[in-house]
């Protein structure tokens, strides 16, 4: 390992909503695992993001909690602050507050809230982000945060803009490893294109003090001796890539518990990422990746 390299950090994102018991049980589940942060995302039918991280606290010891992220979009900035501060202080300091620009359109419309242009939504994300710091910086703020200066702050980006937006207020900064399609889809960067845009980040980070940590969602995983069989009912979702291709996307983990452990290492080298997040639905087969790598 590169001797500027952080640790690897693992995530589990949670995206189904489930009575106390059944909440509390998955997430100790994922800290038995070994995963070091458990995250909630923020979309309509999905768990609640505060009430679900302070229940996975109480159930748990260990891992971090934190947002993943939350769409800007559906939050006043002082009510978020609220929000923020009692939840750091309810969890005992362990949140990271993950926030996005949303790019559902059909979310905001079910909430009767604007939606506005790519630029709009980007304008109302920095509004958050700096009345948050605004709002959670004096020490009179109640409730007050328990982590200080203030509670870490992860920033879902991809296009120019955000990166830069990343690059001047984000601790970490998530990669989506996809672009939004006109349509609202999500369609997945290349390599090469993953490769352009950590460059663009870079080169808006240059001043930066401290290094943000690199974190990358990744969308299908599977530990198999057959890959391809593995990846092909994806393909009618991914129009236009072969099994071939899949197999090459960043976002893709699928081969032999050797193949995915080196796939994983060769995520740090090239791009940076070290922090990894999961989907729910992978937690289990995940897990003996995370154990090997956990901390290393």
Known sequence: ????????????????????????????????????VILVPDHLGMPAPFPSLVAAAAATARPRLGTFVLNSGFWNPTLLAREVAGTDALTGGRLELGLGTGYIR????????????AGERVDRLLRTVEELDRLLGPDEHQPRAVQQPRVPLLIGANGDRMLRLAAEHAD???????????????????AEELDERVAVYREHA????????????????????????????????????TEDRVLELPIVLVGTSEQVVERVRRLRERFGFSYLTVLEPNMEVFAPVVEALRGT
């Open 172 to 190: 970490i900064v998530a990669f989506t490893g996809a672009r939004t399609t006109p349509g609202g889809t999500l369609q997945p960067l290349t």
């Open 1 to 36: 390992m590169p001797s500027s390299a952080r640790p690897f950090r693992f995530g589990v994102n949670m995206l189904s909503p489930a009575p106390a018991d059944a909440w509390r049980a998955k997430c100790r589940r994922a800290e038995e695992l070994g995963y070091d």
């Open 106 to 117: 059909a979310e905001h419309d079910a909430a009767g809230l604007p939606w506005g242009s």
């Open 206 to 241: 240059a001043g930066r003090e401290a290094p943000a940590e690199f974190n990358l969602l990744i969308q299908i995983v599977a530990v198999t001796d057959d890959p391809r069989a593995a990846v092909r009912p994806w393909l009618p979702r991914l129009p236009g890539l």
